[in-house]
């Protein structure tokens, strides 16, 4: 053990430790919260809503049971799928609105770019920002909300 101006370097070791592992905490919440916004964010008519099946798993119990209601109305709702539609999102950056450990709360921004397709002949490219919301669920990060809105914001 040495001290350094009065300080002991086990104690500055920890300190920094500490501030490691809510960073890479931090980071792999990021991580999730990007892969879930092109996940979410990218489905086709022709595809049947299964994008949103298939993210279940990350989610907390209210928002699958909400996103299944969702789906079954966007189901109910459909009509020609003989033209295809579909769009491709792909993350551009993300950056932590809020996140408390203990709590198990976080909120994070993530930025995307869109590709809207029509048929074969229609297109459209466009940024827009999803709100991610995060919260621990039996000990396990889940997405517990998302809505998109105008990137910019």
């Known amino acids: 053990l040495s001290t350094v101006n009065g300080a002991s370097s086990t104690n500055t070791a920890v300190t920094n430790l500490n501030v490691a592992v809510q960073s890479t905490e931090e980071q792999d919440l990021q991580r999730i919260a990007s892969s879930f916004a092109e996940r979410f964010g990218s489905f086709s008519n022709h595809s049947n809503y299964a994008n949103f099946e298939a993210l279940y798993a990350f989610m907390t119990s209210a928002f699958v049971q909400q996103t299944k209601n969702t789906v079954q109305k966007n189901r109910a709702d459909a009509h020609d799928n003989t033209v295809y539609y ?4 792909k993350k551009t950056s993300v950056r932590t609105l809020a996140y408390d450990a203990g709590a198990g709360t976080a909120g994070l921004s993530v930025q995307t770019l869109r590709h809207e397709s029509i048929g074969s002949t229609t297109s459209r490219t466009y940024p827009e920002a999803i709100t991610i919301t995060m ?19």
């Open 135 to 153: 919260q621990k669920e039996s000990g396990v990060w889940k997405v517990s909300a998302a809505a998109w809105g105008q990137s910019g914001q």
């Open 86 to 89: 579909g769009i491709t999102t």
